[in-house]
């Protein structure tokens, strides 16, 4: 490992935590969703594998099915918002910038709607549930 890989390690604020969860990422560019599985994730940011390149700086729309239950019986889904930060073929990074937890059907994933942008420039995806 390299001296500047070691130093970015160290410089960041959140410890990553090493996680197998799926995950379904919706962009602007594209109107189905991309699927793949969070490798790593933190109170910051999300790691996962991706079957198509993201560009960094691109604004996404990650939901990942949250392997608790609430009450002990009901399907959760974390939904964020965030800006691709580092992306390279099979896996991309992404900053959080939002995020909330949502109620799901039992084994299921909201529906991502396509990002839209607000009169202010700011992306932002809903979820259909």
């Not at 790593?40 to 099915?65: A, H, Q, Y």
């Not at 990074?93 to 991502?112: Q, S």
Request: charged share 30%; glycine share 6%; hydrophobic share 35%.
């Amino acid at each position: 490992m390299t001296q500047d890989r070691m130093d970015a390690l160290e410089r960041r604020r959140s410890i990553r935590f090493p996680v197998k969860l799926q995950v379904r990422c919706r962009t602007g560019r594209y109107f189905d969703d991309l699927s793949g599985e969070v490798l790593n994730m933190s109170s910051r940011g999300v790691l996962f594998t991706t079957d198509r390149k993201l560009e960094p700086s691109e604004r996404v729309s990650l939901s990942i099915s949250w392997p608790a239950l609430l009450h002990d019986q009901v399907h959760l889904n974390l939904i964020t918002e965030g800006e691709v930060v580092r992306a390279e073929p099979g896996r991309a990074a992404v900053r959080i910038d939002k995020y909330e937890f949502r109620t799901a059907a039992r084994g299921m994933t909201p529906v991502l709607r396509p990002l839209v942008v607000p009169s202010n420039g700011r992306r932002r995806a809903q979820a259909n549930l």
